[in-house]
């Protein structure tokens, strides 16, 4: 039965992390966007868990961090395990996030369940939900030249299968200017795309296991990220909402793969054998669950792929695990799969509003493979820093219990997200950056303490940055502010060409005790809230230095611009004014 034909500007193939990301961010910005998922309902116990601390960054630029925050565990420190001569014994604990520049200096863990759900009741409030269950039966893109670079052509058809239940099944066609396939790992858009995955799987198997601890549990550290080895294998365990807790158990593949497939076997294992296994590691410690409180349970061999493009003629996208699969315990899977979108939604949006070239989503591609393989390449030392047997006494190949604490320690600040750096494009020009030499263009806006020169409030500045699509022009003026002003207020710079694209915001240097800041320029103070201090709070004990923490000088000044994302797009000296103009010509229409 066929319910008939429908256009939209962008169709989202897959609800999970990447998106439902994906989706609120379309819909918050005015986009018509629809999403579609196989499954009857969101996931209710499992999968993935862990956000780092630059993904709750990207939630609270999107005001859905409190939630998060509120409801997950947070892990704070990582305990190490090695084989002693009673067993497994602590050789330390440290800091569970090294970055030395992350805002949150914690991970947070919550299930994926609840994680989308945070993004589907946001995606409500604008009216939008998910079309279960709605599977993709062909899509057909269009080979016109002339079509594919008009972004107000629907170049995609996608037909679609209503499985709602009780009812016969329906299909539709949807004409689509742009499709994002987030269907997993198995994805149905990337097959069809003919795209294939380049990399390997690897000879390392592990269980996973969710588990409320029973009054048995005599093991300190269940509250704690903690790495187990033994020498009966290894171990992880990973602190989870509530009192629960996950537990990575290393397998041998004669345990888990069938002789005669050679693929695994869910029958040959089950949870309670996961445990039998990881009580051996964790001797002279006891782990035991409540009983019936398995919640979550599976076994997997460590896949580590690329896909060779992640685009079809920037008219279709993938997304998440679509396009890159790693090991699960470094906590990157579901931070890459939301990074993803969130790095890919503005762009859409600036291309559907008019704002930008189409040429500006080439930048996707090239911005997410790039970090795609580099994640790869972090997952094969970590992973195999993981699964190997430690060198004990100058025996042995594995690592020592020094060099894989150390390891930890130095892979933090891109297990984190905040090392994450954008090379040179369109949209990230490093020309001028010794202006601003310790806010490196291509990475994340530095989080620093400001005070609003209206009313003394303390806030982030990174809470200026929110992701509501528009460029953030931070203006550090020196003691050029009225020269600054003459220079936004000419009717051939940018600012006027395009203004419902940019957000002004003016960090001055002086004290929030003499500061009058309707003395500023009206051009550099859109809104009282729009003008910052370089000064501490009321207490005297946060913020200041600004000027000295991003490397600009309180003479000269800089221009700092900050993408949608909330990544550096460039800096510029404030006597090159057509430096911006320069740089935002490069992918913006009406210049």
């Not at 550290?221 to 996950?246: F, L, Y």
Request: hydrophobic share 40%; net charge negative; glycine share 8%.
């Amino acid at each position: 039965m066929s319910s008939g034909v429908s256009h939209v500007d962008v169709l989202i193939l897959g609800a999970g992390p990447a998106g439902v990301m994906c989706a609120n961010a379309l819909v918050r910005a005015g986009v018509n966007v629809r999403i579609i998922d196989k499954r009857p309902s969101k996931v209710v116990a499992g999968q993935a868990d862990g956000i780092q601390p630059r993904t709750i960054e990207v939630f609270q630029s999107y005001g859905l961090a409190d939630r998060l925050l509120s409801q997950a565990a947070h892990m704070i420190m990582a305990a190490f395990y090695n084989p002693g001569p009673n067993g497994i014994e602590c050789i330390g604990r440290v800091p569970d996030v090294t970055a030395p520049t992350a805002r949150y200096p914690f991970e947070v863990t919550l299930h994926q369940g609840e994680i989308e759900s945070i993004f589907l009741d946001s995606m409500k409030k604008e009216g939008l939900e998910v079309e279960r269950p709605t599977v993709p039966v062909a899509l057909q893109l269009s080979e016109d030249p002339a079509e594919l670079a008009d972004p107000h052509a629907y170049p995609i058809k996608v037909v679609l299968k209503h499985l709602a239940k009780g009812s016969e099944d329906e299909t539709e066609t949807v004409h689509a200017k742009f499709v994002v396939g987030t269907d997993g790992a198995h994805s149905w858009v990337r097959k069809t795309l003919g795209i294939c995955m380049d990399g390997e799987q690897t000879d390392f198997f592990w269980g996973v296991v969710d588990i409320i601890p029973s009054e048995k549990t005599d093991f300190p550290d269940t509250r704690n990220k903690s790495a187990i080895h033994s020498t009966n294998g290894s171990c992880m365990v990973i602190p989870r909402e509530g009192d629960k807790i996950r537990v990575y158990i290393q397998l041998s593949d004669t345990d888990v793969v069938d002789p005669e497939t050679g693929r695994i076997d869910l029958c040959r294992y089950g949870p309670e054998r996961l445990l039998e296994v990881a009580k051996k590691t964790f001797r002279p410690y006891t782990i035991d669950a409540v009983p019936d409180k398995i919640e979550w349970w599976t076994i997997y061999q460590i896949g580590q792929r690329v896909a060779s493009k992640f685009t079809a003629h920037e008219r279709v996208f993938i997304a998440g695990d679509a396009c890159h699969t790693h090991s699960p315990k470094a906590g990157q899977g579901m931070n890459a799969s939301m990074n993803d979108t969130h790095n890919l939604a503005w762009k859409l949006v600036h291309v559907l509003r008019g704002w930008a070239d189409i040429s500006l989503l080439k930048t996707y591609e090239f911005e997410r493979r790039t970090y795609a393989q580099d994640l790869i390449a972090f997952d094969k030392r970590f992973s195999a820093l993981f699964s190997e047997k430690f060198r004990a006494d100058g025996e042995g190949h594995g690592p020592t219990h020094d060099e894989f604490i150390g390891a930890f320690q130095n892979y933090g600040n891109f297990s984190s997200g905040v090392g994450v750096h954008y090379a040179a494009s369109a949209v990230t020009e490093t020309t001028y950056q010794g202006v601003a030499a310790n806010l490196i263009i291509g990475q994340r806006l530095l989080p620093h303490v400001l005070v609003r020169a209206a009313d003394a409030r303390e806030v982030n500045i990174q809470d200026l940055a929110p992701s509501d699509t528009r460029f953030k022009l931070f203006v550090f003026p020196g003691e050029h502010a009225q020269e600054v002003a003459v220079y936004l207020n000419r009717r051939e710079c940018f600012f006027h060409k395009r203004q419902d694209a940019f957000d002004v915001i003016t960090v001055l240097q002086g004290s929030k005790d003499t500061v009058n800041y309707l003395q500023v320029p009206p051009v550099l103070r859109p809104h009282w809230s729009k003008v910052l201090l370089d000064d501490t709070d009321v207490t005297g004990t946060r913020g200041g230095q600004i000027y000295e923490r991003y490397g600009i000088s309180r003479t000269a000044g800089a221009f700092v611009v900050v993408r949608p994302d909330g990544y550096v797009g460039t800096v510029a000296p404030l006597d090159e004014l057509n430096a911006l103009d320069t740089y935002f010509t490069r992918f913006m229409l009406s210049f």
